[in-house]
C-alpha cells in the first residue's frame, strides 16, 4: 500500500494527473466522433485543438493555475567547495576486497597507464 501512495504521490508532484485526463478526454472525444466520422477523421478532429470538450478545458484551466502558482523558477545552486564524508559505510562483503588490494593502488592520485595495454599483450 505504501508504494502504491508512494507512486500517486509522485505522479501528482509530476504533473502526471493532467496528462491521464487528458488522455480520457480525447479517448472520448475520439469514441464520439467516430459515431458520425470516420475513424482518421475523429482522432483528426479530436487532436486538432480546435474543438475542445468539456474536460479538455478543466485540464487547460488546471495546468494554467498551476503554471501561475508555481511561477517560481528553479535556479540550482552549486557548492564551490563539498566537505569529505567523515566516515563510510561498507559492506561487509567488499572488507575481503579491499583488505586485499596494496596500499596506493586504485588511488586517483596514480595517472593511467599510457599508452592503455593492448589486449592479448604481455610484458616481458
Excluded: N
Excluded at 48 to 76: T, Y
Excluded at 88 to 98: A, E, N, Q
Amino acid at each position: 500500500m505504501g508504494k502504491i501512495i508512494l507512486v500517486a504521490m509522485l505522479s501528482l508532484s509530476l504533473g502526471l494527473h493532467w496528462t491521464f485526463l487528458q488522455s480520457a478526454a480525447w479517448v472520448g472525444m475520439i469514441a464520439s466522433y467516430s459515431r458520425d466520422l470516420s475513424f482518421t477523421q475523429a482522432v483528426h478532429k479530436a487532436l486538432d485543438g480546435q474543438h475542445p470538450c468539456a474536460l479538455c478545458k478543466i485540464v487547460e484551466s488546471g495546468k494554467k493555475g498551476e503554471e501561475k502558482q508555481g511561477a517560481r523558477k528553479f535556479s540550482p545552486k552549486l557548492d564551490p567547495y563539498v566537505l569529505p564524508p567523515r566516515f563510510m559505510l561498507i559492506p561487509r562483503s567488499c572488507l575481503p576486497v579491499l583488505a586485499a588490494c596494496p596500499a596506493g593502488r586504485g588511488t586517483l592520485a596514480e595517472p593511467p597507464p599510457f599508452p592503455p595495454p593492448r589486449p592479448g599483450f604481455t610484458a616481458s
